[in-house]
């Protein structure tokens, strides 16, 4: 099936290497030559703008944009719908806000174009294990698009089926247990992951903090025999098997302190890339308590300052009211 892809960063370009290896062909853009020169010797058609990748497109055409959420998705996605007609269909696989989807999508349906958006998850690891996709829009252009989803996917693997879903149900989708799902409406697929991401942050700030105790658990303020000096590298892997913590993102985990026990090749600054912040402001919206993942949203807000003026204003008081001295700083 031909595919256009705008935007060939690491995810995009292992996605275009992805659905090249499963037989599909695929038309490449990007403002940098050089990422469309390297797809090229990998097999792929290179177009010099976005009216040439339209132009080389066979009708109906699909373009899948691949670039960061805002405007660059806003800009890029306004310039494809210039080149293309009814019938077309322009894909959103980045980490737009679901009201911007649901803008979109009516604005294109005016044209006739159709608008799909896809909550993509895998990152850089995707070529490999396969894409998670979260799919919004028209149920008939998912299906038209079903061979390109389902190339992407991870597919079942080796992940064993939930107990009951052996039974065909009209309430269940099939394409789950493949890795991809036709969630609702526009806007439904980045919402669901929005939420994803939400979770994610949450899942991330439980392990940091866990793991922190445990690197403290020799504190010179512990009793002597309260201490302990753990091996982190080696918890990670024993709890990569068979406890109920395990997951990729520990995997990951295991992998960086095998790699740096001590991790001193980062710096705690950490940053958040705005779906985390959306999940906040629709649990808002829906009166939805969320106190897990807005903690962790908030914790990367502080991950990024020495210290706060709030910080200040409470070390203060204390002083004031009971003479409580601050520690020199590093002691």
């Given amino acids: 099936m031909q595919i256009g892809m705008i935007g060939l960063g690491r995810m995009g ?93 009516k604005l294109f349906a005016e044209k006739g174009i159709h608008y799909l958006d896809v909550g ?23 299906t038209y698009l079903e061979p390109i989803f389902k190339t992407l996917a991870p597919g079942p693997g080796e992940i064993p089926r939930t107990a009951g879903r052996e039974q065909k149900r009209d309430d269940l989708s099939p394409t789950a247990e493949e890795g991809y799902i036709h969630c609702g409406p526009a806007g439904s697929g980045h919402f669901v992951k929005m939420v994803h991401n939400g979770i994610e942050y949450g899942l991330m700030q439980a392990y940091a903090e866990g793991f922190d105790i445990m690197r403290n658990a020799e504190s010179t303020e512990l009793a ?53 912040r959306w999940t906040i402001q629709a649990a808002i919206e829906e009166a939805v308590p969320v106190d897990v993942l807005a903690v962790s949203l908030f914790t990367r807000f502080r991950s990024r300052q020495e210290s706060t003026f709030a910080e200040k204003v409470l070390s203060a008081m204390r002083q004031k009211f009971g003479g409580h001295l601050e520690r020199p700083s590093g002691g």
């Avoid at 490449?28 to 097999?43: C, M, R, T, W, Y």
């Avoid at 800009?75 to 894909?91: E, H, R």
């Avoid at 993509?120 to 998912?142: D, N, Q, V």
């Fill in 120 to 142: 993509t998850s895998g990152g850089i690891w995707g070529f490999e294990r396969g894409y998670c996709l979260m799919i919004g829009g028209e149920k008939e252009t998912f």
């Fill in 224 to 276: 002597p025999d309260h201490r302990y000096h753990l091996n982190l590298a080696d918890i990670a892997e024993v709890w990569r098997r068979g406890s109920v913590v395990g997951s990729w993102l520990l995997d990951l985990t295991a992998m960086a302190l095998l790699e740096n026990p001590a991790l001193s090749n980062y710096s705690g600054f950490v940053q958040d890339s705005g779906e985390g």
């Fill in 13 to 105: 370009s292992n996605m275009v290497r992805r659905l090249m290896r499963g037989g599909h062909d695929c038309f490449v853009f990007d403002l940098n030559p050089e990422n469309i020169k390297q797809l090229e010797s990998a097999g792929a058609t290179g177009a010099r703008s976005i009216e040439d990748l339209v132009n080389k497109l066979t009708k109906p055409r699909a373009v899948w944009v691949m670039v960061p959420a805002g405007n660059p998705t806003e800009q890029t996605v306004d310039a494809l719908s210039k080149f293309m007609s009814g019938g077309d269909i322009i894909i959103d696989g980045g980490n737009s806000h679901f009201k911007d989807d649901v803008r979109r999508a």
